[in-house]
Each structure stands twice: as structure tokens, then as C-alpha cells.
């Protein structure tokens, strides 16, 4: 029995008992049949190989955009270049990031607030205590002491969470205690 050609047609019209694998493994080892398998398969690599290329050459041309000698030794002097200047600014970063960091240590970084009632007589905690330490517990606390008559205001240095000059009250202390416990 002749082979038929492959195609969906002579599939349809096979009758059903010639449909075997023996049937199949003689269509693919059809010369005829195996040379066209082969140029499908060829021009599919040849298409995956032409897109790879075209990607390595836009890569290549993007590498050397600006340079006037395209060898590549100048392009990667250049490169080189460009790598040496980068780690010197990135060098210059560290160093100012180390520093702000140093600076940062002398500012404001704890604040600790209680208000309280110094006077049975006035309602409400109008009166308050307000700490605020940098990261060596040093600073200065703000004591507000709200009458009915007035409102009085005193500052206090705090130098490592201690007094220096004058004595803390026992709410003035709870507030730098609060402060230290601000991280």
C-alpha cells in the first residue's frame, strides 16, 4: 500500500483500521517526510538564532554609544573610568553619611512629656513636664506649672539624665525617665 501524504484531508478519509502505529512510524521515516520535519525544525532554530543575535548586537552597539574608536580595549578603559569615578563619589557618600550620623548623635532624638496637678484646689492636668534629650541623655526639661492666677514656665539642663545646676522634681524626673525610654 502506498503511503498517502500527510495532511489533514488524508487523515479524515483514512478508513479506521489503517490508522496504526505502524502506519505513523512509517509516515515519519518517510524520506520525504523527515526532510520536511527537519527544515521546520531548522528554521525554527535559525529564527531563535537570528532574535539572539539581534539582541547581542543592540547590546553591543548600546556598550559602545558615544565612543568614537570602537575596539574593544577603549570601550573597557572606559568603562573603567566610569567604575573608578562611581566608587570615589560612592567613597565621598560614606564618608558624609558617616559624619551625619556623628551629627545626629548631638540632636534631638528623645522627647518625654507627663502632665500632672500641682494644686488640689484646680481641676484637670493643665501643669506638665516636658523632657527632651539628645542621644547622650543630655538636654533640658520644661516645667509648666498652671495656677489660677498664672502660669509659670522654668527650663532645667539635663546633662546624662542627670541634674547639673538645679534639682529635678519628682515629675520633671518621670519625664526625662519617660524620654530615655524613646529609642
Same mark, same amino acid.
Given at each position: ?10 487523515? +479524515? *478519509? ?9 502506519? @505513523? #512510524?512509517?509516515? !515519519?521515516? /518517510?524520506?520525504? $517526510? ?28 548600546? +556598550? *559602545? ?9 577603549? @570601550? #573597557?578603559?572606559? !568603562?573603567? /573610568?566610569?567604575? $573608578? ?44 513636664? !516636658? ?53
Amino acid at each position: 500500500m502506498p503511503f498517502p501524504k500527510i495532511g489533514l484531508r488524508s487523515l +479524515l *478519509t483514512l478508513p479506521a483500521g489503517e490508522f496504526t502505529i505502524n502506519w @505513523i #512510524l512509517k509516515m !515519519l521515516f /518517510d524520506f520525504g $517526510q523527515f526532510t520536511g520535519i527537519a527544515l521546520v525544525i531548522l528554521i525554527i532554530w535559525m529564527i531563535g538564532l537570528s532574535v539572539l543575535f539581534y539582541r547581542l548586537l543592540a547590546h553591543y552597539q548600546k +556598550l *559602545t554609544a558615544g565612543i568614537t574608536k570602537k575596539d574593544l580595549k577603549s @570601550i #573597557l578603559e572606559a !568603562l573603567l /573610568d566610569n567604575t $573608578q569615578r562611581e566608587v570615589k563619589r560612592v567613597d565621598g557618600l560614606v564618608a558624609d553619611l558617616a559624619k551625619a550620623n556623628k551629627d545626629a548623635l548631638n540632636h534631638v532624638q528623645k522627647v518625654g512629656l507627663i502632665r500632672f496637678n500641682p494644686f488640689a484646689e484646680t481641676g484637670g492636668n493643665q501643669s506638665f513636664c !516636658l523632657a527632651v534629650l539628645d542621644d547622650h541623655d543630655s538636654g533640658f526639661v520644661i516645667s509648666s506649672l498652671h495656677g489660677r492666677e498664672a502660669t509659670r514656665f522654668y527650663a532645667k539642663p539635663v546633662r546624662h539624665g542627670k541634674a547639673t545646676n538645679y534639682d529635678f522634681s519628682s515629675e520633671e524626673k518621670q519625664a526625662i525617665k519617660n524620654a530615655k525610654k524613646v529609642k
